[in-house]
């Protein structure tokens, strides 16, 4: 079967590993440091703080901006959870914002416009499928509205953009992204105080971490905050900074495979609408299509399926899962909903070729053709 995503580890993985567990310390150390300073560069920022998920990124992020009950947090619906848990998490409000269009499935500046109140804080910005936000048009909205601007960049490692925008950016390894540490994330924070609360708040609200007691001799330490256990470990340091080293290459495959969707979808199934225009800054996390409104998408993805071709949904939209259908019933988001419907992801990874992608493009077209001609006959 061929997936949606794949990652990619191997010996250099293996022996990085085997090196910390040799070293005789596990727990947050030199090579998770050696890790942050290594990713910091890549997004040309001065740290990074890395972390145990992208979820435990944006709860920190939220919290250590202070956001908190009361507060009204926008974020897009087209998003995995996590971004709408987060705000859950500190206890402010998120507040579902459509995306633009079907050809641009960001979150709307002009909706996010409409939904402000004299209680929103903040924007969470989404790079879906590593397609950077428009960076001019947040930041002057957030300037203008006197409000956070916060990126969720799960998608976006490697893109030396993302985490230039806002405050402060959250980034995913987790096992299907661009790298990944299996599970484990970052967070670029522009301030130096934001950065020391996110730090210090990472592990416990504690002045000192264990290493640190270690080499100072001294087993005093304070706890200054309420804070949580977000901390990443050596073991997916060692992976983290093995990955980094291949990830610019791993992206430019992606870019390079992208394009080749683009061309041969466009010759070969051209009822398929391709979001975005190319070219626009991106990781390429993602393959999306648009399936023609006429078409079962689950009689695609079967097809797909018995011809060897796993399939995804990005996404369900996050304010008609039942937690948040109970929790705010209020939200219609039309063009979020009928993106989600017709939305297909297609497999895209960087130990795909370009054979596998014309594989792909035909299954794709025999797929539909076989649909339209159920259709016609019906
Ligand atoms: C857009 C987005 N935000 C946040 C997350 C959460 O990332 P993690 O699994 O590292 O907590 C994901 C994970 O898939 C995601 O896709």
């Known amino acids: 079967m061929l997936l949606v995503s794949e990652p990619i580890l191997g010996a250099e993985e293996k022996a990085a590993l085997v090196a910390v567990i040799d070293s005789g310390w596990v727990t947050m150390g030199d090579r998770v440091e050696e890790f942050e300073q290594a990713f910091a560069r890549l997004h040309q920022a001065e740290e990074s703080v890395a972390v145990s998920s992208c979820t435990a990124a944006l709860h920190l992020i939220l919290y250590a901006l202070g956001i908190g009950p009361g507060d009204e947090v926008l974020v897009p619906s087209l998003t995995f959870v996590a971004t709408a848990n987060s705000v859950r998490y500190v206890g402010a409000r998120p507040v579902f914002v459509d995306i633009e269009s079907p050809k641009v499935p960001l979150i709307s500046l002009d909706e996010a416009e409409a ?105 005093d330490y304070d706890v200054t905050m309420l804070g949580f256990n977000y901390r990443m470990d050596e073991l997916r340091a060692a992976v983290g900074l093995a990955q980094l080293k291949r990830l610019p290459e791993w992206n430019d495959i992606r870019r390079r495979l992208s394009l080749q969707y683009r061309r041969l979808i466009a010759r070969l199934c051209p009822s398929v609408t391709v979001p975005f225009a190319d070219p626009w800054p991106s990781a390429h996390h993602l393959m999306p299509v648009l399936l023609p409104t006429a078409i079962s998408r689950q009689a695609i993805v079967d097809e797909l399926r018995k011809r060897g071709v796993q399939t995804t949904v990005h996404y369900p939209p996050v304010h008609r899962l039942t937690f948040y259908k109970n929790l705010c019933p209020e939200f219609h988001l039309l063009r979020t909903e009928e993106f989600s419907r017709r939305e297909l992801t297609l497999p895209l990874h960087p130990r795909m070729t370009p054979e596998t992608v014309e594989f792909v493009v035909n299954s794709l077209a025999a797929a539909l053709g076989a649909e339209l001609s159920m259709e016609a006959t019906a």
């Open 115 to 219: 939904r402000c109140t004299a209680r929103t804080k903040a924007v969470i910005i989404v790079h879906f499928g590593g397609y950077l936000a428009q960076r001019d048009a947040w930041q002057s909205f957030a300037r203008r509205r006197n409000l956070l601007l916060i990126e969720d960049a799960a998608h976006a490692p490697g893109l030396p953009a993302a985490g230039t925008i806002g405050e402060a950016a959250a980034f995913s390894f987790y096992g299907n992204k661009n790298m990944t540490t299996a599970e484990g994330g970052a967070i670029i924070a522009h301030s130096r105080s934001l950065r020391e609360t996110i730090r210090r708040a990472r592990s416990h609200g504690m002045t000192s971490n264990t290493r640190q007691r270690l080499d100072s001799r001294s087993s």
